[in-house]
C-alpha cells in the first residue's frame, strides 16, 4: 500500500546540476529514514545518500561536497540536490525509506527508480 515515487532526472551536460525529489505515499504512521542509491551499468546498486528523521545525514566519498540530502518528514519526501555531476554518476537512482510504519506493517519501501545521465 506504500509506494515511493521519483521525478526529477533526466539527461544533463557534466557540471550540471539536478534536483531529484521523492514522496512516499499511502496511509504512512512513521518512518526511521529514507535514501537514495543509484545503479550504474554493469554496476552493482551503491548507496549515495541517507538522511533520518531526526536529520542525521550519510553521504557516499563519491558523492559528498557535491550532493545534498534534504528531508520533509510531515510531506514524507525527501530530496536530492545534485550540483557538479560527472558522467560517472551517470545511473538509475532508485528512492527508498526504511522503517515505514502503517496501520498493518512495517517495513522497507523502493521506489521505481529514475534515470539520471551525464553526458556532452
Known amino acids: 500500500q506504500v509506494q515511493l515515487v521519483e521525478s526529477g532526472g533526466g539527461l544533463v551536460q557534466p557540471g550540471g546540476s539536478l534536483r531529484l525529489s521523492c514522496t512516499a505515499s499511502?496511509?504512512?504512521?512513521?518512518?526511521?529514514?529514507m535514501g537514495w542509491y543509484r545503479q550504474a551499468p554493469g554496476k552493482q546498486r551503491e548507496l549515495v545518500a541517507t538522511?533520518?528523521?531526526?536529520?542525521?545525514?550519510n553521504y557516499a566519498d563519491s558523492v559528498k561536497d557535491r550532493f545534498t540530502i534534504s528531508g520533509d518528514n510531515a510531506k514524507n519526501t525527501v530530496y536530492l540536490q545534485m550540483n557538479s555531476l560527472k558522467p560517472e554518476d551517470t545511473a538509475v537512482f532508485y528512492c527508498?525509506?526504511?522503517?515505514?510504519?502503517?496501520?498493518?506493517?512495517?517495513?522497507?519501501?523502493w521506489g521505481q527508480g529514475t534515470q539520471v545521465t551525464v553526458s556532452s
Open positions: 527508498n525509506a526504511e522503517g515505514v510504519v502503517t496501520m498493518g506493517s512495517r517495513g522497507d519501501y
Open positions: 499511502g496511509r504512512i504512521f512513521s518512518f526511521y529514514a
Open positions: 538522511i533520518t528523521r531526526y536529520g542525521s545525514t
